[in-house]
Structure formats: C-alpha cells, structure tokens
C-alpha cells in the first residue's frame, strides 16, 4: 500500500478488528462472527475519526435491515439468516451529538441470487468482512432535517 502523507501502520489489531492503516485511509478486516456496525464504530471512537466514508464486501450470517420512508417518517425493520453476500455495502461516519454513527446501506444476495438491501442496522459476519475507511479529521454532524424528521448530514 503507498503511503500518503503519513507513515503506514502494518497490520495492527484493535479487538478482533484487524486494520491496515494509512494516514486518513484504513483497510478493516472482520472476521466470523463479528458484528459490523458495533466493531466499526468501536474502531472509529478509539481511532478519532470525525468522519468519512465506507466501502466494502463481505459475507453475513444474519442481518437487521432498516426502511425509513423519506415523505411518512415510517420505517419497517425485517431480519435475514443464512448465507448473504454483500453484493454491495456503502456508507459514511458523522456524529449526533459527541457519540459517532456509522450508517450504512447494503445490497445481500441470497444462494438463490434473491436479493435485498436497505440500510444496515446490524450484520454478523460470516468468514470475513472487508472494509475500506476514507476518513476526515472534521466532525460531520448528522441532526434532524425540519420538513422530514430524518437524520441528515450537516455539510
């Protein structure tokens, strides 16, 4: 990995999470069993990070999937089991008040290339989940936006 700006950390672990880190960019690497949002939120408040973005692939045993309609304020939660690949899995870092929020959303395919996405409130892995952290050292701040109600980046 070139370094940028800074020196690179070979592979360090923080708890079970595995990390690669290279002056504001991170490679995260969970394992079986971890959960997703809970390690990477873990990672984030021990690292300082004020905000950024998330990619990354991965494999799930089960997950909690979140549905918030933008206009009626409503959401609907529904749990997955079994062997679901992130077909895609993207998402950013901010903050409400002083306690940092990793939101992400995800497509999951199933064995039968069934597929479902929505935004992923928790995930625990299956094999290993691959994560890449682009990082900002500003806090970005997520407060309710007046018309909706919803959560919104304030930027």
Do not use: W
Request: charged share 25%.
């Amino acid at each position: 990995m070139h370094c940028r700006g800074g020196a690179l950390e070979l592979g360090y672990e923080e708890g079970s999470v595995r990390v690669l880190a290279d002056g504001d960019r991170y490679l995260v690497r969970l394992d079986q069993g971890e959960e997703v949002v809970e390690s990477l939120t873990t990672m984030i408040r021990g690292r300082g990070i004020g905000g950024g973005s998330i990619s990354g692939i991965g494999m799930f045993s089960q997950v909690e999937l979140l549905f918030q309609d933008p206009v009626t304020g409503q959401s609907q939660r529904r749990s997955l089991e079994g062997s679901l690949s992130a077909v895609s899995l993207l998402g950013n870092i901010s903050y409400r008040g002083y306690l940092p929020e990793v939101t992400l959303a995800v497509v999951l395919a199933d064995a039968e290339f069934d597929v479902r996405g929505g935004r992923l409130v928790s995930g625990e892995v299956l094999g290993s989940c691959e994560l890449f952290v682009n990082s900002v050292v500003e806090r970005v701040k997520r407060l309710p936006e007046e018309r909706s109600g919803m959560p919104l980046l304030q930027v």
